[in-house]
């Protein structure tokens, strides 16, 4: 009983909030960006974006999980911790090819989502990977931009790859890729139910499958090149910003300058999201080559003695560390991979999740790199994708095309013109 009077109490005040809403000046004044805490790179690509507007034309908010804060403590009082998933829960069920969240939790997102909004009442909100709000924007009439890779578009045109999965250990990635193309529209659908489940109890239409409730809202606004995440028949709402580039404020480490430049540098991060079950290979191979590492720990593990040509860090740097290398050796997501291209240095992809496979099969198909899938690693793959890469100047000639596509694709300055065009239109 209790449950249904504070749901009908709840539609009174989205009701209420909504016909004030409808009855205001839509000029964009009041910005609200909301990320979801699952990896560093959903926090960090609104956060550039945020930075880059004019703080004399825009009150700015930025609201995110707890564990994230530190990242964003310049924004002050208009700071706003929100209950996010937890990164460990979230890898896990992608690990296992489970639905990211449960209806559960998206009712507690959504509620989290319409205190906010009803409390700041944006005029604007920008999302990344914060799926409630497909549901809490709408109830209350708030424009809503969603930020999103390409890849998850329902009109992208790449082929959709094989993840990682537990049965991939078992059947093998030829006979488990057979099935999962075959089944992969029901999977598409299942992964959407919860979320279209919510929208039924607020009285909003389902969305198709996993790719509307990843990029549903107002507006969609993908972070990408479009030749790496390519799309057809684009309604008008749907925008590529370009790839959003971010570095950790650090200091160069003490060893920065000791670095011997009479060998090939590799630079290696498995980043907040990729196997790290795969990093002690990794420096075992580069211990015995004749390279110097410098590896980005993102404080994920620990390791023992190291052999001299590897140096270690917590963080780095990323963009002037991918500068400096001759080869980057990463996860295969896409904060770490358009860091590389930008400097025009090719990859070594390990993906495990569907968007790293997804980026990383994209930057191969355009020869700026390549792919070993994270559970089939071993040290000759390695060695041998290594060689491959420095033996063929292809791959570096390949990212220095893409790194000069990305000039034409400046994020934060098209994101910039986006509301500017909104306030034209109001």
């Known amino acids: 009983m209790k449950s249904g009077v504070e749901y009908r109490q709840r539609k009174s005040r989205i009701f209420r909030y909504k016909r004030q809403v409808i009855n205001s000046n839509h000029k964009i004044r009041r910005i ?29 908010y930025f609201a995110t999980g707890k564990d994230s804060r530190y990242l964003v403590e310049s924004f002050g009082n208009h700071f706003y911790t929100i209950p996010t998933l937890s990164s460990t829960k979230f890898l896990d069920r992608l690990a296992k090819g489970k639905p990211v969240y449960t209806l559960d939790e998206l009712k507690i997102s959504v509620q989290a989502d319409l205190d906010l909004l009803m409390k700041l009442s944006p005029d604007l909100v920008a999302g990344d990977f914060r799926l409630s709000l497909g549901i809490s924007s709408e109830l209350l ?12 578009s329902p009109y992208a045109t790449a082929p959709f790859p094989l993840p990682e999965h537990p049965l991939v250990n078992i059947f093998g990635v030829g006979i488990s890729h057979f099935f999962f193309k075959m089944l992969r529209p029901a999977f598409f659908k299942y992964h959407a139910a919860a979320f279209n489940a919510l929208r039924r109890t607020y009285g909003l239409r389902p969305v198709r499958d996993l790719r509307e409730v990843y990029t549903y809202g107002n507006w969609s606004l ?35 300058n000791k670095v011997a430049p009479d060998k090939p540098i590799i630079y290696v991060t498995l980043g907040s999201s990729g196997n790290i079950t795969v990093m002690d290979t990794i420096l075992e191979v580069l211990g015995e080559m004749p390279v110097t590492a410098m590896v980005a720990s993102a404080g994920r593990f620990d390791t023992g003695q190291l052999s001299k040509n590897i140096f270690l860090e917590k963080f ?13 050796i990463c996860s295969g997501g896409s904060a770490t991979t358009y860091q590389a291209l930008a400097c025009g240095t090719p990859i070594i992809g390990l993906p495990s999740n569907a968007d790293q496979y997804l980026t990383m099969e994209a930057i191969v198909r355009e020869e700026a790199g390549l792919l070993i899938r994270s559970g089939k690693v071993t040290k000759v793959k390695i060695k041998r994708a ?27 300055a098209r994101f910039s013109a986006f509301v500017d065009t909104i306030n034209e239109n109001a």
């Not at 956060?47 to 009150?59: F, G, I, K, P």
């Open 141 to 152: 009439g708030i424009p809503y931009a969603a930020l999103s890779n390409a890849h998850w």
């Open 222 to 256: 993908y972070l990408d090149l479009p030749c790496l995440a390519p799309t057809s028949n684009l309604p008008d709402n749907h925008l590529y910003l370009g790839p959003v580039l971010w570095s950790p404020n650090v200091s160069f480490p003490d060893w920065w």
């Open 386 to 412: 290594i060689e491959d890469i420095f033996e063929n100047e292809d791959y570096q000639k390949a990212a220095s095309r893409l790194g000069e596509e990305m000039l034409q694709y400046d994020a934060p």
């Open 316 to 328: 780095l740097p990323g963009v002037e560390a991918s500068k400096r290398a001759s080869l980057v």
């Open 32 to 60: 609200l960006f909301v990320a979801e805490d699952v990896t560093l790179a959903h926090v960090t690509r609104p956060l550039v974006l945020a930075n880059s507007l004019d703080r004399s034309r825009y009150e700015i």
